[in-house]
């Protein structure tokens, strides 16, 4: 075996009022594809970050190519050769493929001698780019816009750029959540051409049967732990599955018992070109219904499409039995159908705005009489419901922005509980909140079903859905791919469905 | 109180009264309650139109037609005061707001319905509306001696003691300032700006807060053009040029957000009056006018740095406090 090019040892990582990184430990080798497995929310992301100079660790050690380091900036691993492939590409779609490439690191003419600024020259940009794709076997014109080009071929610019870095280290953060089959294989085998020239890849990725197919090594974080680590050819799914999800018993979830009533809303077929496809469900009176899912099979998309913020191409809805179709978010609030969206910063609060005013937005209509305001109630209800979600601030009067992030979150929970919704559509509903807010949510949350509410919740944390869910619908790349009902819970089940396919199993050493 | 002195408007009155003490250490004649009301005269068209401007900063656009929605509006009530001399005040008042309000409605149309980012379509509209008094007036000015003596005292009439002008100045401010605070279309336009995508979730349309903002934005406009032409007794093709930035170095000033979403009534026509006050004292100190452009160019600067200083200490203050609690 080669000697590690890079070895991270102890990591921590404390975030106020969260351990995300506990004791941690990862070794990668060069030559070798390097698989980080786990749930979302694991501490990957934060693994990574650490990797690349984005966070500076908390505690631990960091060896680089047989010398400690600290890195102070991700420009700083950069230049020591340390490059990130995104989930989503970061690049300039306006330039074209070579300018992106080389953009900070362009080659420059040899003249005028001695003098600190020399222009660029362009024709070895060009010409460095070609060589460059050709030698990656890619057909990518190297003065083509990359706005043009498809996300697939984005990736393959992206790893072109890396390496024009001579990157020693690459990192790739699901690189396949939006690539098709096809693209996926031509991925896979460029990752192997590299691996083949002695760069080291980490891999991250949800989809085993690729991690099977392109993984050396692996190691399992679960809860911002190290799980374990081992050759991927003696791992078996079932193995890695059971290190992925079997958790410790501390994270309770204040599920209560609710009386679960007649069908409130009920979905046919909903269907969105290219989106998802087939999506029929019921929800009743008193009962949470959990969409579970990869990141990108399309939970979010449904949602949004089922209030009217996109279009649907077709499908019904039915709200208490009566045919609707919703143009606007507008219309499905009338009806008692709020949505609380995953990104609560872009989305969900309007940070110039107070607390107050922030959780009476949805509701000024009920709040006010003849179109103007009543300061009065506003505060009323905003001050109850600051109070119900513990928002700590100074005041109901001081803008969102003044607050931190997990009290921004609450401040846009409140806003829609405050609006007295008969449906609660809650997207990543504790998604970074911290631990003691999280079960305070999920105590709310609770109580409204408790109260009769009809209650989705669409999350990518199996031990959330599985603590607060009645029901729970996955989804795989745009469809329905199963349902559980509360008393068939099964972690390694319902995450094997929300991975493609429930009978998938690959056995030692296959090729 | 302590929230009160924490607020901008308060930092920036507190620098208007420093301001006027340290002018009138040099020229003791600026200090007095005359000179202070020939300011206030003088800077009524500009707080009117830094109001039409600040609508629109608050929904996160500009709007560049304001000078031309001026002077078209100016140039036709003249041109009716010609035709129709003796007209009521009010009915001459109405007209005026009419055609302000649909030539605002328009530019609504553009950025509302038709999608057209503000910025575009008021440079369209700046120079279409420009060329119509060119187009209605033949080139030709309005002048003092053609106006009926109704007409050309709109700005004076005073009223207990005070000139139209500031009347109908206060009264626009204090109505946009309450709908503002008190309607819920005003909750609407300062939710839109903040927010856009956050505002449609919760059921608000964008593109009806740009309608709205855009017609008032135009009324005001034409009532600010009235005015114009009216204090100066000329309606001109060259009427009110240069107004829309301005207003927006007004609104700057005043402490809105060109970015959308923040700002206050208050602020805004204090810094119209801070203007006001710079161009008087520069003058009044003997200074060249081509030092003013300079100066207040050097203001808004000042004023935007001392802004995003003062917000990052408040909400580093705000955090700590915070963290305490």
């Known amino acids: 075996m080669q000697e590690p090019i890079m070895e991270l040892r102890h990591i921590s990582m404390y975030f106020p009022g969260i351990k995300a990184l506990d004791d941690v430990q990862c070794t990668i080798r060069p030559g070798e594809v390097h698989a980080l497995i786990g749930e979302n929310g694991a501490g990957k992301s934060t693994l990574v970050k650490i990797m690349t100079g984005v966070y500076r660790p908390s505690g631990g050690t960091i060896a680089y190519q047989g010398k400690p380091v600290e890195f102070k900036s991700p420009q700083e691993a950069q230049r020591q050769g340390i490059a990130v492939i995104h989930q989503e590409t970061a690049m300039f779609g306006e330039l074209s493929v070579a300018e992106n490439i080389f953009i900070g690191h362009a080659p420059t003419l040899r003249w005028p001698a001695f003098s600190p600024f020399k222009p660029l020259s362009w024709s070895s940009v060009w010409t460095k780019t070609a060589e460059l794709l050709k030698s990656l076997g890619m057909k990518i014109d190297p003065h083509a816009l990359v706005k043009d080009l498809s996300t697939a071929e984005r990736h393959l610019v992206e790893i072109a750029k890396a390496l024009s870095q001579d990157a020693r280290i690459l990192i790739m953060d699901e690189p396949t959540s939006a690539l098709t089959i096809r693209e996926t294989e031509e991925l896979l085998d460029l990752v192997r051409k590299l691996r083949d020239t002695g760069v080291a890849i980490v891999f991250i990725s949800h989809k085993f049967e690729e991690l099977f197919e392109i993984a050396d090594y692996y190691t399992v974080l679960r809860d911002g732990k190290y799980i374990g680590e081992g050759s991927m050819k003696a791992a078996k799914e079932d193995e890695l599955i059971r290190m992925m999800v079997g958790r410790s018993v501390d994270q309770l979830f204040p599920k209560k018992e609710a009386v679960i009533g007649d069908v409130v809303l009920e979905a046919r077929a909903l269907y969105q070109t290219g989106i998802f496809k087939d999506i029929s469900f019921q929800v009743h009176r008193g009962e949470i219904l959990g969409f579970f899912g990869l990141i990108g099979a399309g939970r979010s998309e449904v949602m949004r499409a089922l209030i009217g913020v996109e279009a649907l191409d077709g499908g019904e809805i039915l709200v208490y039995g009566k045919p609707k179709r919703f143009q606007s978010p507008e219309a499905s609030i009338k009806e008692g159908i709020v949505y609380v969206p995953e990104d609560r910063q872009r989305q969900g609060a309007v940070l110039a705005m107070s607390i107050a005013d922030n959780i009476t937005l949805p509701q000024i209509d009920a709040l006010s009489g003849n179109g103007f305001l009543n300061p009065k109630r506003e505060a009323a209800v905003a001050q109850r419901y600051a109070q119900k979600l513990e928002v700590k601030a100074a005041g109901i009067g001081y803008d969102v922005q003044t607050l931190s992030g997990g009290n921004q979150q609450k401040v846009v929970l409140a806003k829609w509980l405050a609006a007295n919704p008969t449906i609660l559509i809650l997207d990543e509903p504790t998604k970074g909140i911290d631990v003691a807010t999280k079960s305070s949510v999920h105590g709310i949350i609770s109580d409204l079903a408790g109260q009769g509410l009809a209650i989705i919740m669409v999350s990518s944390e199996l031990p959330e859905i599985m603590g607060m869910s009645d029901r729970v619908i996955v989804m795989y790349e745009g469809r329905i791919a199963g349902e559980f009902l509360r008393k068939d819970f099964n972690e390694e089940l319902i995450m094997r469905t929300a991975m493609g396919g429930a009978v998938r199993t690959k056995e030692v050493g296959a090729p | ?325």
Not at chain 2, 43 to 55: E, G
Not at chain 2, 106 to 120: E, M, S, T, Y
Not at chain 2, 238 to 243: I, K, M
Not at chain 2, 262 to 273: D, R
């Open chain 2, 1 to 325: 109180m302590r929230k009160f002195l924490k607020r901008r408007e308060t930092t920036l009155a507190l620098i208007i009264v420093g301001f006027i003490i340290l002018v009138s250490l040099r020229s003791p004649r600026f200090a007095t309650g005359s000179n202070m009301y020939d300011i206030l005269n003088d800077t009524a068209v500009l707080m009117l139109a830094s109001t039409a401007q600040f609508l629109i900063l608050l929904t996160g656009g500009i709007d560049l037609s304001i000078p031309s929605t001026m002077a078209f509006t100016g140039m036709l009530v003249s041109m009716l005061n010609i035709r129709e001399p003796n007209l009521p005040i009010v009915v001459v008042l109405l007209i005026t707001l009419a055609i302000g309000l649909a030539l605002g409605a328009f530019n609504g149309i553009l950025v509302g319905a038709l999608k057209i980012p503000p910025i575009i379509a008021t440079l369209g509209t700046i120079a279409i509306y420009r060329a119509l008094v060119f187009v209605v007036s033949g080139g030709q000015w309005v002048s003092a001696h053609e106006m009926s003596s109704i007409f050309v005292s709109i700005p004076h009439n005073p009223f207990l003691g005070i000139s139209g002008i500031l009347w109908y100045t206060t009264i626009t401010i204090v109505l946009v300032g309450l709908f503002l605070t008190y309607s819920k279309t005003g909750r609407a336009i300062y939710a839109v700006g903040g927010n856009r995508p956050a505002a449609r979730l919760v059921g608000l349309s964008g593109e009806r807060v740009d309608f709205i903002a855009f017609s008032l934005s135009g009324a005001i406009s034409g009532l600010a053009g009235l005015l114009y032409v009216t204090r100066y007794a000329a309606a001109q093709n060259d009427t009110a040029l240069g107004y829309e930035l301005q207003a927006v170095a007004a609104c700057v000033i005043g402490g809105v957000s060109v970015l959308g979403g923040s700002g206050t009534m208050v602020g805004v026509v204090l810094g119209a009056f801070f203007l006001g006050l710079l161009y008087n004292a520069l003058t009044e100190v003997n200074l060249s006018p081509f030092f003013q452009m300079g100066i207040q160019g050097l203001a808004i600067l000042v004023a935007i740095v001392a802004n995003t200083l003062v917000d990052r200490r408040n909400r580093h203050k705000m955090l700590a406090k915070r963290n305490l609690v």
